[in-house]
């Protein structure tokens, strides 16, 4: 499978393209009569090359000037189903994930002069992390348990708890000084416990549950400068949070091909102890320290309303979706801002056409149409000053609407 991914919105200015492929495997065992045991395995491998176009461009996200990313991860689990009673379900196992990471910056040496404080690249942080060779590989246990108990066939009550983990992503690894040895960068991880209860008929069901999480490892850009005395940022994994938060889900069938559904979720995260800047053995926690500011980039809330329409060949849905305020913090000086929520409308239709066996199993033609009413909103993409300026917020514009139509075989 291969992907090109790119930010329509830049144009020329910062594109991405890339390679994947990967595939699963699952063995069941019947240990006896009430107990199942999986085993199972998933291999990927994934290569990218992060570019501005033209070469010494603004770029905007903060990306990689020209470098080669790469990512190769074999996941194992083994989880044991057991039925002590017919209404109880015990889920217990693990999963291990070796990960294997390579980023290295391709731009050459005779151009590093480009890149510094008064080229058009910014200091070596904002360039990009020019000439940097970096990668690692690392191996993540991740135990869980879940109960399950049923006291009929409308409800399920449920208690999960484990650990979960994410890799590092290619701006944990930029950022270096030419020269400057990494301290190394792993992955960020995540102990969550969560308990809900679901209630379902033939007309539709209700959900709901609450969770809490420990994220520990999160990458931080701290700044530091080297013995030339070049500022620049590296991150490091040490930062924490805890988060808390309700989900609430549910779909009615409405009668005549029509449902509804709608989902909901809301957030309160705040992070812990994670220094940004004057990190050394003298001063663990930093000069400057985030603890007990907002997680930045998470939406505070965030759901969506829909309703759909199924008959025959005809499908249509409109989605109204949600998206809540996020906030944002400058990792040089603590400075935090809010930016508001907003909502975006969707539409998608499809048309199922008449089967013909001798040519294809199935097709049909359909229609996608995001924000529809073209809903001027945008996402935060950092905060940050200049000199005797003030902070300034940086953004990335929200998706205008796009229309896409076509059709899809299945052979």
């Not at 470098?67 to 015990?90: C, F, M």
């Not at 069938?253 to 957030?267: I, Q, R, V």
């Amino acid at each position: 499978m291969s992907n090109q991914l790119g930010y329509q919105f830049l144009q020329n200015y910062y594109q991405a393209e890339g390679y994947k492929a990967g595939d699963i495997a699952e063995i069941k065992y019947r240990l006896w009569k009430d107990d199942n045991l999986y085993l199972g395995m998933k291999g990927q491998y994934a290569t990218y090359h992060y570019y501005t176009d033209p070469l010494l461009s603004n770029n905007i996200v903060g990306g990689t000037v020209d470098a080669i990313y790469s990512q190769t991860s074999i996941v194992g689990y083994l989880e044991d189903h057991y039925r002590p009673v017919k209404p109880v379900l015990l889920n217990v196992g693990f999963r291990v994930a070796s990960v294997a990471q390579y980023f290295n910056d391709q731009v050459p040496s005779s151009q590093f002069s480009l890149y510094n404080n008064s080229g058009p690249g910014g200091s070596y942080g904002g360039g990009g992390g020019v000439g940097v060779s970096n990668g690692g590989s690392m191996l993540i246990p991740m135990p869980h348990v879940g109960l399950n108990y049923y006291p009929n066939d409308d409800w399920k009550i449920y208690v999960t708890g484990g650990e979960s983990f994410a890799p590092p992503a290619i701006f944990d690894y930029k950022g270096f000084a030419p020269g400057t040895a990494a301290n190394g960068v792993n992955p960020e991880t995540v102990w969550d416990l969560s308990a809900g209860v679901r209630y379902g008929t033939k007309r539709g069901f209700l959900a709901g549950d609450v969770f809490s999480d420990y994220i520990s490892n999160m990458p931080v850009a701290v700044t530091y400068s080297n013995s030339a005395g070049t500022n620049y940022n590296q991150f490091e994994n040490i930062g924490q949070a805890r988060e808390q938060g309700i989900e609430t889900e549910g779909k009615i069938d409405l009668g005549y091909g029509f449902s509804g559904s709608a989902n909901f979720t809301y957030f309160y995260g705040v992070l812990g102890n994670t220094p940004v800047s004057g990190v050394t053995a003298a001063t663990p926690n930093g000069t400057l320290n985030l603890e007990g500011g907002m997680i930045p980039f998470v939406p505070l809330d965030m759901g969506n309303v829909a309703v759909s329409y199924d008959h025959g060949p005809y499908h249509l849905t409109v989605d109204e979706r949600y998206t809540g305020m996020m906030n944002v913090i400058d990792t040089g000086t603590g400075a935090q801002q809010n930016v508001p929520g907003y909502f975006v409308t969707d539409l998608y239709a499809t048309y199922d056409l008449p089967a013909c066996p001798r040519w294809y199993k199935k097709a049909n033609l359909y229609l996608s149409a995001y924000n529809l009413l073209n809903t001027n909103y945008y996402n935060p993409a950092g905060l940050t000053g200049y000199g005797s300026n003030p902070e300034m917020l940086f953004v990335y514009p929200g998706e205008p609407v796009n229309i896409f139509a076509g059709a899809q075989f299945t052979f």
